[in-house]
């Protein structure tokens, strides 16, 4: 069935440093992407989100890039803090027909994001 | 600063008792979701809903259910807890007139049945 999926589990990286996750998805009608980070005992939080029609968004200290061809998306976080640690999961939604979505999410299974001082 | 609200925030029960996991926003969002999270796995969708009186079930088979009887409230129900039902219960919302609106989650309820 469609996926999305994560290409590495872990990522340990030294304070300051630029962090970039990575995730694969299988279904190419998938027209939205968005990006949660999870902190321990807490529910996922919006990071940042990119639509189809768009290769790069950037927010505060976050980049997503979109690549429609190889069907890949990444995080890239600027200048990574102790408080970036995290799960991080990348998810696709895919609009039907009428072009509505009912906010379906298909999630991948998560990179921890280590940070170390 | 969270506007979706989930308790308890732990639940320990024993099997074959009913529980009733609360979830309530503020944000006057029409449609809310249920997801299941086991410890650093993927979420998978077991409930969600359009508004008021609208119920439907997600990707992953649940024996749970659901009800929305006001647009602010999106209880789930275990009739008879089991083991197999352990794990962490996430509530979400989002806009439905926003095409394409993230999802705003609560902060789970972790259900251990023993």
Redesign the interface.
């Known amino acids: 069935g469609e996926s999305v999926g994560l290409h590495l589990p872990t990522l340990s990286v030294q304070e300051g440093d630029n962090s970039i996750i990575n995730c694969a998805y299988s279904n190419s009608a998938s027209d939205y992407f968005i990006w949660y980070k999870q902190e321990s005992g807490k529910g996922p939080q919006f990071i940042i989100d990119i639509r189809s029609n768009m290769d790069k968004r950037q927010g505060q200290r976050v980049t997503v890039l979109l690549n429609k061809t190889v069907k890949h998306l990444s995080l890239q976080i600027a200048a990574t803090q102790p408080g970036d640690s995290a799960v991080y999961f990348c998810a696709e939604v895919t609009s039907n027909a009428g072009g509505t979505s009912y906010g379906k999410l298909t999630f991948g299974q998560g990179t921890i994001l280590t940070v170390h001082p | 600063e969270a506007d979706i609200y989930?308790t308890p925030r732990y639940l320990v029960i024993g099997t074959g008792k009913k529980i009733t996991l609360e979830c309530s926003q503020t944000m006057g969002h029409d449609?809310m979701?249920w997801y299941q999270q086991d410890p650093?796995?993927?979420?998978?969708?077991i409930h969600?809903s359009?508004g008021v009186n609208s119920t439907e079930k997600?990707?992953l088979s649940s024996e749970s259910t659901v009800s929305r009887i006001r647009t602010e409230h999106f209880p789930l129900t275990l009739e008879s807890a089991r083991p197999s039902h352990t794990s962490q219960y996430?509530c979400?919302s989002?806009a439905f007139k926003e095409?394409?609106?993230?999802?705003?989650?609560?902060?789970?309820t972790r259900l251990t049945v023993t």
């Open positions: 989930q449609k979701y650093g796995m993927e979420l998978h969708l969600y359009y997600g990707d996430l979400a989002s095409f394409n609106s993230p999802l705003h989650f609560g902060n789970g």
